[in-house]
């Protein structure tokens, strides 16, 4: 990955760290060569279509095509297959979207069927769901929780990284509860920045979204209606929580 992430510079970010619903849309095998091609069975349906190019766009010679739909009890969204060529990489989450973090990784959040059918109908239908986001590269694949201090893959509710800026929750376990940090890190500088949002929550659901997606508005970014200045990163006021 170029460098992009020295196992040093993780471990000094996660020590710097460690002081202090809305309801939006919501089995792996080996290849030859540096790819690993992960749940990449055709979807229901598959149309062979280049969906819109994500916020950050993807390096020369990436794709996604076959767009299809995924849903569970508590979710559904679209995916698609992201592809190097004639390569198959992951099936992946399009609400979360592939975003290009250096020249050659990428962080996207990938979405599995289950094995499982719900029903054995003459047509059987299968549940299909997103994982954990990963952070890779042409020869590695990591789980973004390994990468970014206090993420949470089920509650950070993380937004697609812009410029290779990513902005997530920050979830720090303090027993009975959780203590919730407005968090942004840096992919290319390998730079975090946290402030305590002065929130305690048990996080006691399995909804993906309890905690509102970041929303950034020019210089100024909202987690639930806590504003915080994008220069400074400190609190500026307090806006009512979005319904």
């Known amino acids: 990955m170029r460098s992009l992430l020295m196992a040093a510079a993780v471990v000094s970010l996660l020590a710097s ?3 202090p619903e809305n309801r939006l849309p919501p089995a792996t095998a080996s290849v030859p060569g540096p790819y690993r091609v992960l749940d990449t069975s055709p979807p229901a349906k598959p149309q062979q279509e280049i969906v819109p190019v994500p916020a950050s766009p993807l390096p ?5 095509t076959d767009t299809s739909g ?5 979710e559904e969204g679209q995916r698609a297959i992201l592809r190097h060529g004639e390569v198959a990489i992951d099936t992946v989450d399009l609400n979360f ?3 290009a973090v250096g020249e050659d990784s990428l962080v996207f959040l990938p ?3 289950d094995s499982m059918p719900l029903s054995r109908t ?3 239908t299968y549940d ?5 986001h990963v952070l890779w590269t042409p020869t590695s694949r990591r789980k973004l929780r390994d990468v970014l201090p206090f993420f949470n893959a089920g509650a950070s509710s993380p937004t697609i990284p812009s410029m290779s800026v990513i902005h997530y929750w920050g ?3 303090r027993a009975p509860t959780n203590r919730l940090y407005a968090m942004r890190y840096d992919f290319r500088r390998a730079r975090v920045d946290s402030v305590f949002l002065d929130r305690e929550d048990p996080l006691a659901t399995d909804y993906r979204y309890h905690l509102g997606i970041p929303q950034i508005h020019g210089t100024e970014v909202s987690f639930d209606g806590v504003i915080l200045d994008e220069s400074t990163w400190r609190v500026i006021r307090h806006d009512p929580p979005p319904r």
């Open 17 to 19: 760290c460690a002081g």
């Open 60 to 64: 020369s010679g990436y794709t996604l």
């Open 70 to 74: 995924w849903s569970t009890d508590e």
């Open 97 to 99: 979207g592939v975003a």
């Open 111 to 113: 979405v599995r069927t």
């Open 122 to 124: 003459s047509v059987p």
């Open 128 to 132: 299909r769901f997103p994982t954990e």
């Open 171 to 173: 979830i720090a376990p």
